[in-house]
């Protein structure tokens, strides 16, 4: 996994178990993206899609880790969806070039 960097503009200080980031969180396309998970979660697969529904990014996700960082320019400006392989939950994020 080598997207793993210092986290940069999108950090919750709060100690929240929900995921993260969700449809009103602001992106920009240089933030390093945080996601987050509930800590039940077990073995699953991390992946983004984009509008039209294509593949961004599938990443395996080991047991007991409870997020997976994301370097700035992966995801262009645009609308994406994540959610974890065999999850129902669909969470939606924009990213912008503002």
């Not at 992966?74 to 994020?93: A, C, E, H, Q």
Request: aromatic letters at 14%; glycine letters at 4%; a positive charge.
């Amino acid at each position: 996994m080598n997207e793993y960097g210092n986290m940069d503009v999108v950090v919750r200080k709060e100690s929240v178990d929900d995921f993260f980031p969700d449809e009103f969180t602001p992106l920009k396309a240089n933030d390093t993206i945080c996601f987050k998970w509930p800590s039940a979660m077990s073995l699953r697969y991390l992946t983004i899609y984009n509008n039209k529904g294509e593949l961004v990014k599938k990443v395996t996700i080991k047991k007991k880790v409870k997020e997976y960082v994301l370097l700035p320019g992966v995801l262009k400006p645009g609308i994406y969806y994540w959610k974890f392989m065999n999850d129902s939950t669909l969470i939606r994020i924009t990213v912008s070039n503002q």
